[in-house]
C-alpha cells in the first residue's frame, strides 16, 4: 500500500521529497559511470573514450529513470483519491 495516501503531507514537503529524488536519480548514475569509464580508461590507456562513453550511458540511463518517475506522479495526480 502507498503511505502517502495515508498520511498527507504538505506541498511543501512533496516537493523537497521530489528535488531529493530527482536530485539523486542524476548525480548516482553520472558519478557511477563516469567513474566506471575513467577506471577503465586508465586501465586501457583510451582516455577519454570510456568516460565520455559512461556519461553518455549514464544520460540515457537518467533520461529513462526519470521518464518513468514523471510518468507514476503524472499517474498519480490523475487518479481521484479513494475514500
Given at each position: 500500500?502507498?503511505?502517502?495516501?495515508?498520511?498527507?503531507?504538505?506541498?511543501?514537503?512533496?516537493?523537497?521529497?521530489?528535488?531529493?529524488?530527482?536530485?539523486?536519480?542524476?548525480?548516482?548514475?553520472?558519478?557511477?559511470?563516469?567513474?566506471?569509464?575513467?577506471?577503465?580508461?586508465?586501465?586501457?590507456?583510451?582516455?577519454?573514450?570510456?568516460?565520455?562513453?559512461?556519461?553518455?550511458v549514464a544520460i540515457?540511463?537518467?533520461?529513462?529513470?526519470?521518464?518513468?518517475?514523471?510518468?507514476?506522479?503524472?499517474?498519480?495526480?490523475?487518479?481521484?483519491?479513494?475514500?
Amino acid at each position: 500500500m502507498n503511505d502517502q495516501r495515508k498520511s498527507p503531507r504538505s506541498p511543501l514537503w512533496q516537493a523537497l521529497d521530489l528535488a531529493w529524488e530527482l536530485g539523486y536519480s542524476i548525480a548516482i548514475p553520472l558519478v557511477l559511470f563516469a567513474l566506471a569509464g575513467r577506471w577503465v580508461d586508465t586501465r586501457f590507456h583510451t582516455s577519454p573514450w570510456f568516460l565520455l562513453g559512461g556519461m553518455a550511458v549514464a544520460i540515457i540511463f537518467t533520461t529513462i529513470l526519470l521518464i518513468r518517475k514523471f510518468s507514476r506522479l503524472i499517474k498519480d495526480v490523475n487518479t481521484p483519491p479513494t475514500s
